[in-house]
């Protein structure tokens, strides 16, 4: 008992081992991903802009790449400590609402059926309108270039959500000539577009925001901080405040909703108001830093610079997910639920052979090949095979098809000795060996009829005939039979044909066919 408790538990322990192998291995080029797009993005808005006017790159330029990159680094760390933080609350909450007696959900009522994308996206397109037009406005007005990025970025989220309304509704067209696995790759296509609009807004503000810091330190040098540029000023610290609360709660409904319907352009567009969100709040604090103590204003222009950073992440992470899905980049997570499901389904199924999955928008497939027992019919791997398809189907709510093939395992043999002792003809087909298999038993003078004649294979070259017969004379011995039974299967396997023969004999009209060779 104690050896076998031991033995379960290393086993969970290596189980445990190599999951978190596989979401180091996953998380590894997302983050290099990230890496690269954060040095990309500060090498273009602080060091491409002065060789674009054919000026010389200043030690002011590099030292603001360095400081922005390493900046970006920080509120990347800063950024999953508070993800990680807010899942453990989630966690908590949904363990305390479900001893917390039923109450009206406004937000799931209007947004959990059919059309709740549409609706959360008519309601994020009204609310970035508000947001961009708001934040241009103040911003422009009260000295704040933060906000003024803050609002290209609510503008870029604007567009976001047209991107997702016509993805959505192009997704949900049915399979046609053209598409005949249906649409759902265009909400791919969607979350690709969305990406690039993330980009092209992180660059513009970022340098944008690399200009007016330049300006800032060069005026600061000369002038003082002081005449150098107008601080801001409270509306725009209370606009960033509305921003903050507004993003994250369209975040939320709009995440739940891309959740339900399994849709990953509506996710992406929650994560965009999401990094709206963020920026919010670093726009927020550097307003407050420099309303607070004049001699960090740089700092608002500092920090129009790490909110383009973090839209230009956001849009690598999007990309990242739509290239995948456009590339039938395969499933690991899925895969792996679907190789424990069809284990578990049936015991004859000894190993996963094969599994490939695609994604097409919301929706999967699956194709499995599996290794069953030694020997099983055909009929018995066509079972098989159904019931690990609707397992999958019935267990796995997205996938919405799943090409399940079950083969019998076979003796491993040498080749060279297999071809040498098959006889068969490659090219005869299954009628031809059960018409020849039939011939040659109505051949015997003791055949009265041949009831069934079936043909199976091990491996791909030996055919396996199995033959249910009756004999002429009622009256003939159980010895006598059987020796019948030995000549019908020798003659069978004197055939090229057939590799190996099984007889049954049916020794009455009304008994079961009993095997005799």
């Not at 983050?31 to 010389?56: D, G, M, S, Y």
């Not at 503008?155 to 959505?168: G, N, R």
């Not at 009929?379 to 095979?385: P, T």
Request: neutral net charge; aromatic residues 6%; contains cysteine.
């Amino acid at each position: 008992m104690h050896m076998g408790h031991s033995h379960s538990h290393h086993h969970h322990h290596d189980h445990d081992q190599t999951h978190m192998n596989q979401q180091q291995q996953q998380q590894h080029p997302i983050n290099l991903r990230r890496k690269v797009t954060r040095i990309l993005f500060a090498a273009l808005v602080t060091l491409l802009p002065p060789l674009l006017l054919r000026q010389r790159i200043t030690n002011t330029n590099i030292a603001i790449f360095a400081l922005t990159s390493t900046a970006l680094a920080f509120m990347e760390r800063m950024r999953n400590e508070v993800k990680f933080f807010l899942n453990k609350a989630r966690n908590i909450r949904d363990g305390l609402m479900k001893h917390a007696p039923p109450m009206t959900n406004t937000s799931k009522y209007l947004f959990s059926n059919d059309n709740a994308a549409d609706r959360v996206t008519f309601v994020g397109i009204a609310l970035n309108l508000l947001l961009s037009v708001g934040k241009a406005i103040v911003g422009v007005t009260c000295n704040s270039s933060a906000l003024v990025a803050d609002a290209g970025h609510s503008l870029s989220d604007l567009f976001s959500d047209f991107i997702t309304l016509w993805a959505v509704q192009i997704a949900r067209l049915p399979p046609d000539d053209d598409h005949p696995y249906g649409h759902g790759k265009f909400e791919a296509v969607g979350s690709l577009f969305l990406a690039l609009t993330l980009f092209g807004t992180g660059i513009s503000v970022g340098a944008s925001s690399n200009s007016k810091l330049l300006q800032i330190l060069q005026s600061s040098a000369t002038a003082g901080v002081a005449s150098a540029v107008a601080l801001p000023t409270y509306p725009a610290l209370i606009m960033a405040f509305i921003s903050i609360v507004s993003k994250e709660w369209l975040y939320r409904i709009t995440r739940k909703v891309g959740e339900e319907l399994n849709s990953q352009v509506v996710i992406a567009n929650a994560w965009h108001h999401r990094s709206d969100a963020y920026s919010s709040v670093l726009a927020l604090a550097s307003i407050g830093l420099a309303m607070s103590v004049p001699g960090m204003v740089v700092m608002d222009a500092g920090a129009g610079l790490l909110v383009a950073g973090m839209i230009c992440m956001t849009g690598a992470e999007i990309m990242g997910e739509a290239v995948k899905q456009l590339t039938d980049t395969s499933d690991e997570k899925l895969e792996e639920r679907v190789k424990v499901l069809a284990l578990q389904e049936s015991e004859d199924v000894l190993e996963i052979e094969r599994i490939r999955t695609r994604w097409m928008g919301s929706s999967a497939i699956v194709d499995l090949s599996l290794k069953t027992a030694e020997n099983l019919s055909s009929s018995a791997n066509k079972a098989i095979e159904n019931r690990v398809k609707y397992a999958i189907m019935k267990k796995e709510k997205h996938v919405i098809d799943a090409e399940v093939r079950a083969t019998s395992r076979s003796v491993v043999q040498c080749p060279l000795l297999t071809i040498a002792r098959v006889k068969q003809n490659d090219n005869a087909s299954v009628q031809e060996i059960e018409s020849d298999a039939t011939s040659l038993l109505l051949s015997h003078d003791d055949v009265s009829s041949v009831q069934r004649c079936t043909v199976h294979y091990e491996g791909s070259l030996k055919a396996i005939v199995d033959a249910n017969i009756k004999l002429k004379s009622p009256f003939m011995t159980i010895t006598n039979a059987t020796n019948t039974a030995n000549d019908l299967r020798e003659l069978l396997e004197s055939s090229e044909n057939i590799y190996r023969a099984n007889i049954y004999l049916d020794l009455n009209e009304h008994a079961a066919p009993v095997p005799a060779a």
